[in-house]
């Protein structure tokens, strides 16, 4: 019987560390891998109003990148307005060029414009 016992203990204890190394395996596979992150823009059902963008602040790390659409196909301009500050290579983005790439400037926190018919949203990125 205490045979029993201890190789039922070792088996949960194997089965526990099977687990715990198959989750941490899986976390830093997803930890590594760059990602593409959506930022979704809803003009205003006043058009003079600014449109809704989702998320407002993105965080990216080096090998990221964003990439931008109307959720109901509206025309738009994401423009990193300041000269001497952008995240990416490129200052501006729309529907024909809506993915960022991987970031080129250094950390911190970027403000930008989304246009919407005139209409601005002033969201941010965040390179790590």
């Known amino acids: ?15 526990v560390a099977v687990v715990v190394g198959l989750v941490a395996t899986r976390m830093g596979a997803q930890g590594n891998q760059p990602q593409t992150y959506q930022i979704k823009i809803t003009p205003n059902a ?15 790390g080096p090998q990221d990148q964003v990439q931008w659409s109307c959720t109901t196909g509206c025309s738009f301009t994401a423009a990193f307005t300041e000269p001497s500050r952008k995240p990416f290579k490129n200052r501006i983005f729309n529907n024909s060029h809506s993915k960022s790439g991987h970031p080129t400037g250094p950390p911190g ?19 790590h």
């Open 1 to 15: 019987m205490k045979t029993l016992k201890r190789i039922g203990a070792v088996a949960i204890v194997l089965l």
């Open 46 to 60: 006043d058009p003079t109003l600014a449109p809704t963008v989702q998320p407002e602040s993105v965080p990216v």
């Open 109 to 127: 926190t970027y403000k930008y414009s989304v246009m919407v018919n005139g209409a601005i949203a002033d969201p941010t990125i965040i390179v």
